[in-house]
């Protein structure tokens, strides 16, 4: 039994791959060393989709996964929670009032729907947010977010559905080449013969590369999250202070469809590595960031909290593309945390690039977050 | 029609034959803008009950009325909006002028706090923290206390005791190592005022652990509102156990409680939480949940245990029976019923692999239904400690679930454990292990009664199945009973080496009310028995016409009392002399008073059995997840991720179980099944506590 594509990984992204890629018809495997889809880093994303980026690759992927999330009920009758509440960007201080103003021209000469609020027009967007020198902020109506694991749980069924394959509980511990090119994929349990390997392994991406001997420059970086008891609706937008503060860079959080508040900081310095395990020091950090920002949270009740990993990369950009190295191999990683609200748009996508039928706006994607591409420039805001 | 619903009864205890009612003066709060009266010391969801007010709101899902559960905190059923705030009424005590109003769908956000004030965290490293105040968690403390180890000890309730608090019948065990013969209740005082006299200890009451962080620290809310970083050099997780539940239609329906749920409100808030009950499961939590109902004058309808035998000891099994409450083996419960609250139960017969049998469904009215079918032990906190490399000891139910006796002597050995990896010098005496091995130790084989001895005066020892016990030995001042030492299993034995002098002591003692003083002095043709009673002096007038049961509950037939005697220091256990024919004198065990028989009614229509809730937090039924472990899902992570089961308030510790059951149900070997990832917190605190406010 030989396979069209074997994609590595059943998370934000292996999973719409697969869905897309059998959509065409391709006899797609995907294989998960963990017992159930999106039980590595898409359980731990908070679900923020946004296309306010400021790198055009990016800007086009998040646009596409949001007209995917608008029409989803629609299309495939299953719901995934998509909230368009925008994303608020808060501006406290006149570094990140200047910060967020160049953003903000560059965002639109992109033609993203994003504009710069004064203090009083932004309280009418959020009408909870601190005012205490509050200076104002960006505003995104067009941006969203869903619930991550309905999301990826939606696609393994419509992937299933389409005749794609998965195998969890099973590692990947050895890539066939010959000649140059992919023959077949090893696991702890089987071999899979395929021409055609797609690297979707999140934060593990780069243990995936040295099977075939490529070094991916992508290593995972933890961050902390919690979320809270539900309560009725009071917050439409994701709410982002990108004020540093003792510990972390920035912080977002917003309320999901189901009511609960979903929070996240970035730590600062990076917290480098796999280790999940809960720290005493994420609580008291994040728990006076977002009362500074929206005082009311002090009296909503923490239910849990939990670790991600984010695969970061120099240049905090995805690498999504073929391998030169190696034929038939194809990465999606790199992700930078933002698997869910790229994902879906990468899956069409790597489906159009692995039937060779790419558009032409594809290519600006394809070109900016080349694996091959050197890493020397930073996106202005991740 | 108000959230109340269903009528309305005042049903605070005035009295009760055990417990002693001390009320402050009451103050009045609000329902609904209806003024109600309180006391103080009582929680919202006892000051409720008092009022006959058991629906509490309704869930945002789906409308299901909302009430008691758990009374531990654990789970989220009873919230209600107390001055506009969402809080367990569980856990909060109520105030004067207090305005509580049911909580149906979410919750409005609290509104703000006046001033932003964050305080730093205080971080406060001790060398022992011990989490949990009861048997074990208090007998830890002192041992550390004794060798003069810095210890804080933090405990979520507002007294120490833990459950020994619900206690009132007198423990089992021995009377030298863990006080056997008195009630749980008096246990918890003494213990905590041996942990109080303790100067290295340092209590914190209502201060909940949250979380055991990898970074070694323990975070605590601190009297309910300030948050804590404690840094212990070791763990002492006395943390206790939570109860089983069981999947049928109507499981959460207000009035279908945890047994412990229902010992919390009737006999430590000494509210009458029933009329009229029905209890599942036949373990001594379930045999003495039943017999507590007894005291607080609420009716037992019956119990039904899945196992042809009850599982608990077989006394506490017989005392009942001798108080004329039905007993179904083989039996579980198939439906519960009603609209907005329990009306009835229906229970069937199970087959060898415990499934109901069409056909033979038995329906009862009641107003409640209490599930005593097993506890599992409370270890998330040892676990992570583990996990972090905390040198951390477990005791009591956190350890192994046994009974209380146990937990006190698990908890010294624990307390010692502590002390050694601290670097104190101190022994663990050996016999200590075997001793806790001894009071862990399930009820064992059934002994035939040994003959009479030929005296005109001694005791009838009832008890004979092995169970750790001995005070009958203890208390007997001529020295006549005896229990091996060695092994306080045995049986007791009445060596009629000498005259008894029928002093009652052995029968006033006796926790499982097991044994009876025979006299044929007066009349050899009419001996009087002397049996104990635990409830109250009232009805039981000399002259008065009894019904004289043998030990198992079988009606002999009508005997008058003679008398009523009190053993000093006894408290509140009445012996009762009652005159019997001859031919009686060594079968008759007990009395009760002539009552009406309650026959079942005409079985309900049963709903689907499948449209049970499995997860009460986010109303999960039994069908959807059944269809999932059907569709070849094995991971509880994802089941919680497509159906949110295990996702709401209790953090799937309710549902685990009941979700495991299921698959094993479905013919799926649990070695296939990933479990939940467990994960902080421990219980849901306001976000401004972690931000170093104090009420946010």
């Known amino acids: 039994m030989s396979y069209d594509v074997v994609v590595i990984g059943a998370g934000s992204v292996g999973t719409p791959a697969a869905f897309y890629l059998a959509r065409e018809g391709l006899k797609v495997l995907v294989l998960d060393r963990l017992p159930s889809p999106g039980q590595g880093s898409n359980k731990a994303a908070i679900g923020g989709v946004r296309a306010t980026h400021s790198d055009p690759a990016k800007i086009r992927l998040g646009l596409r996964t949001i007209a995917i999330l608008t029409r989803f009920r629609e299309e495939f009758g299953r719901e995934v929670e998509w909230r368009p509440g925008g994303y608020v960007f808060v501006a406290y201080r006149p570094e990140e009032e200047r910060i967020l103003k160049e953003l903000v021209a560059l965002q639109r000469s992109f033609g993203l729907n994003i504009r710069w609020c004064e203090a009083d027009e932004l309280l009418r967007v959020v009408p909870d947010l601190n005012p205490q020198g509050l200076r104002g902020g960006t505003y995104s109506p067009e941006d969203g977010h869903c619930s991550p694991l309905l999301l990826c749980h939606a696609y393994y069924e419509l992937a ?18 010959r000649a140059g090119r992919v023959q077949a994929v090893r696991t702890d349990k089987g071999r899979y013969p395929t021409a055609l390997v797609l690297n979707a392994a999140g934060a593990w991406a780069a243990q995936i590369g040295k099977l075939l001997g490529v070094e991916h420059p992508v290593y995972p970086d933890c961050h902390e999250a919690g979320i809270t008891e539900p309560v009725a609706h009071f917050l439409d937008p994701m709410i982002v202070d990108i004020r540093p503060g003792p510990g972390s860079a920035n912080c977002y959080f917003h309320q999901l469809a189901t009511g609960q508040i979903a929070f996240c900081l970035t730590p600062e310095p990076p917290i480098l590595g796999e280790d999940r395990r809960e720290t005493s020091a994420f609580l008291p950090q994040v728990a006076r960031r977002i009362i500074q920002v929206v005082p009311r949270l002090a009296g909503i009740r923490v239910r849990r909290t939990w670790r991600g990993l984010y695969p970061m990369t120099p240049d905090g950009l995805p690498l999504v593309g073929w391998v030169e190295a190696v034929r038939g191999y194809l990465v999606a990683i790199g992700l930078c945390g933002q698997g869910v609200m790229l994902g879906p748009a990468l899956g069409e996508l790597l489906a159009r690039l692995v039937l060779g039928t790419p558009l032409p706006e594809d290519q600006i994607v394809l070109r900016n977050l080349s694996p091959e591409r050197s890493f020397a420039r930073a996106e202005v805001l991740r | 029609m108000s959230a109340a619903g269903g009528q309305r009864r005042a049903v605070r205890l005035d009295k009760h034959p055990i417990l002693e009612v001390r009320r402050a003066d009451p103050f009045a709060f609000f329902f609904q803008d209806e003024e109600l009266v309180a006391y103080p010391g009582e929680t919202i969801a006892s000051a409720l009950f008092a009022h006959g007010i058991r629906v509490f709101g309704h869930h945002p899902r789906d409308g299901a009325p909302q009430g008691i559960f758990c009374a531990n905190g654990q789970c989220a059923q009873c919230l209600v909006l107390a001055d506009g705030r969402p809080v367990k009424a569980c856990l909060t005590l109520v105030r004067p002028g207090m305005r509580v109003a049911p909580l149906d769908g979410l919750p409005q956000p609290p509104p703000p706090p006046e001033r932003l004030d964050f305080r730093a965290i205080e971080e406060l490293a001790v060398e022992a923290l011990v989490i949990g105040g009861g048997p074990a968690g208090m007998s830890a403390a002192v041992e550390l206390g004794k ?63 949250l979380a055991v962080f990898s970074d070694q620290r323990v975070g605590v809310l601190r009297e309910g509102r300030r ?22 239609p109507g499981d ?14 009737v006999n430590r808030d000494l509210v009458r939480a029933a009329t009229r009950l029905f209890v599942v499961g036949g373990g001594n939590v379930g045999l003495i949940a039943a017999y507590h109902a007894l005291q607080a004058g609420i009716e037992v309808v019956g119990l039904c245990e899945a196992l042809p035998e009850c599982t608990g000891y077989k006394v506490h099994r017989d005392k009942l029976a001798r108080l004329g409450v039905p007993i179904y083996t083989s039996h579980t419960v198939v439906a519960a019923h009603g609209e907005r609250h329990v009306e009835a139960i229906t229970i069937a017969q199970v087959d060898e692999k415990f499934r109901p049998i069409p056909g033979t469904e038995k329906t009862f009215p009641c107003d409640t239904i ?27 139910d956190a350890q192994e679930i046994a009974e209380a006796s146990a937990a006190i002597f698990t908890g010294r050995i624990a307390g010692r454990q502590a002390a050694q990896a601290l670097g104190y010098a101190v022994d663990i005496p050996p016999e200590w292990a075997k001793t806790a091995e001894i009071l862990k130790s399930k009820p064992g084989r059934v002994h035939p009664l040994p003959p009479p001895p030929e005296l005109p005066l ?22 006549l009973i005896h229990v091996d030492p060695g092994d306080i299993r045995r049986p007791p034995r009445f060596t009629g080496e000498r005259a008894c002098s029928g002093c009652g002591r052995c029968v006033a003692f006796c926790p499982g009310l097991a044994i009876t003083l025979v006299d044929f002095r007066k009349d050899p043709d009419h001996p009087v028995v002397t049996v104990p009673w635990e409830f109250g002096a009232d009805s039981l007038a000399p002259g008065t016409e009894v019904l004289v049961v043998d030990r198992e509950g079988k009606v002999l037939g009508a005997g008058a009392v003679v008398g009523l005697a009190q053993v000093p220091g006894a408290d509140r256990t009445l012996l009762v002399r009652v005159r019997v024919p001859k031919g009686w004198a060594l079968q008759a065990a007990g009395i009760r008073l002539p009552q009406g028989e309650r026959a079942p009614i005409p079985p309900l229509p049963l709903p689907e059995a499948d449209e049970a809730i499995v997860c009460r937090c986010e109303r999960v039924k039994a069908r959807e997840i059944r269809a999932l472990i059907r569709q070849g899902v094995r991971d509880l992570n994802e089941l919680k991720a497509v159906t949110r089961a295990g996702m709401g308030a209790c953090g799937g510790k309710t549902c685990r179980n009941l979700i495991l059951r299921l698959f094993r149900e479905e013919g799926v070997p649990l070695e296939e099944v990933t479990d939940f990832v467990g994960r902080p917190l421990f219980l849901e605190v306001p976000l401004g506590a972690f931000a170093g406010m104090e009420e946010p």
């Not at chain 2, 008890?463 to 020295?479: K, S, T």
């Open chain 2, 147 to 209: 060798l003069g180890v810095k210890t804080l000890l933090v405990d979520d309730k507002h007294r120490l005791g833990g459950k020994l608090l619900l206690q009132t019948h007198r423990f089992f065990g021995s009377r030298d190592a863990v006080y056997a013969g008195t009630r749980g209740v008096a246990i918890a005082e003494r213990l905590a005022a041996e942990v109080h006299a303790q100067r290295t200890v340092e209590v914190w009451l209502q201060s909940p652990a």
């Open chain 2, 458 to 479: 001694f005791p009838v020892l009832h008890c004979v199945q092995e169970i750790p016990c001995d005070p009958c030995a203890a208390v007997c001042p001529l020295g």
């Open chain 1, 160 to 177: 299933k559905g389409e005749g794609a394959e998965f195998r969890f509980r099973e590692e990947v511990v050895g890539m066939e080449v």
């Open chain 2, 370 to 396: 209490l599930i005593a079918v097993g506890l599992d032990p409370v270890d998330e906190f040892y676990r992570k400690a583990r996990e972090f490399g905390i040198p951390a000891f477990a005791a009591g």
């Open chain 2, 227 to 248: 948050y804590v970083l404690v840094r212990p050099r070791v763990l002492v997780v006395a943390t206790g156990a939570r109860e089983r539940s069981l999947v049928f």
């Open chain 2, 252 to 265: 959460t329906l207000p009035g279908v409680y945890g047994a412990g749920a229902f010992q919390t409100l």
